[in-house]
């Protein structure tokens, strides 16, 4: 299994501009999550799905940042119009649910918002 | 609600001494798993232990071990015989019956030779 993979692995882009984050889960899994990364905060839990539904975006900063899950084989996370404050990485992660032995990440997007 | 306190910012280490860092956490839930994750300068988030609430006995993989005191709510993580790869950031990590996980502000460890 190739894991869980994100792309872009970075990615730079001005403010205003639309920025779309996109990831494929483990074959199998139904539970999808992201995560923002940043110094100052950590990691936060931004959106998790289950069953490609959204079960709890209480963590998405505002309206300029939406997440979908169209099948279980992918989702995307996209800021619009971005800002500087949104600089940060961006996690996916999957497991399946009531097995617990933990997420397994991918390698994250490190996004620069200039 | 949820959390999970990590109190040390960052230690350090003389390789093959041992280390541990500390977690503790809040959760009105009886049924939950903790977990440490591991983030190299690479970032890539390893997970390099699990343990489950209901079970008494810490959980142990090779040099990693932990010491889970459920009725204080806290899950230490001890790093034996450390190696300069164990150098990075570690993360304590609860999640509770519906999936969702929620992470420590991290320990930065450093191995020196």
């Known amino acids: 299994d190739a894991g869980v993979i994100q792309s872009p692995r970075h990615e730079v882009t001005e403010m205003g501009q639309e920025v779309t984050l996109r990831c494929k889960p483990i074959?199998?899994?139904?539970?999808l999550f992201w995560y923002r990364q940043t110094m100052m905060r950590g990691l936060e839990l931004l959106i998790y799905f289950n069953n490609n539904v959204p079960i709890d975006d209480s963590g998405m900063p505002e309206d300029r940042f939406s997440a979908k899950m169209p099948n279980a084989s992918f989702s995307t996370l996209k800021i619009q119009p971005s800002e500087p404050r949104d600089s940060a990485v961006y996690f996916c992660?999957?497991?399946?649910?009531?097995?617990?032995?933990?997420?397994?990440f991918g390698s994250g997007t490190r996004l620069t918002v200039v | 609600a949820q959390t999970v306190t990590q109190s040390q910012p960052e230690m350090s280490v003389q390789e093959a001494e041992t280390v541990t860092l500390s977690c503790t956490y809040d959760?009105?839930?009886?049924?939950?798993?903790l977990f440490w994750y591991k983030q190299p300068p690479s970032r890539q988030m390893i997970l390099v232990i699990r343990?489950?609430?209901?079970?008494?006995q810490n959980a142990t993989e090779n040099r990693f071990s932990v010491n889970f005191q459920k009725a204080a709510k806290s899950f230490s993580l001890k790093i034996s015989d450390s190696q300069l790869g164990d150098t990075a950031m570690y993360f304590c990590?609860?999640?509770?019956?519906?999936?969702?996980?929620?992470f420590g502000a991290g320990t930065r460890l450093t191995v020196k030779p």
């Open positions: 959760t009105s839930e009886s049924n939950y798993y």
């Open positions: 074959s199998g899994h139904n539970s």
């Open positions: 990590a609860l999640v509770r019956w519906d999936n969702d996980m929620r």
């Open positions: 343990q489950e609430a209901y079970k008494q």
């Open positions: 992660a999957s497991s399946l649910t009531g097995d617990r032995v933990g997420y397994t």
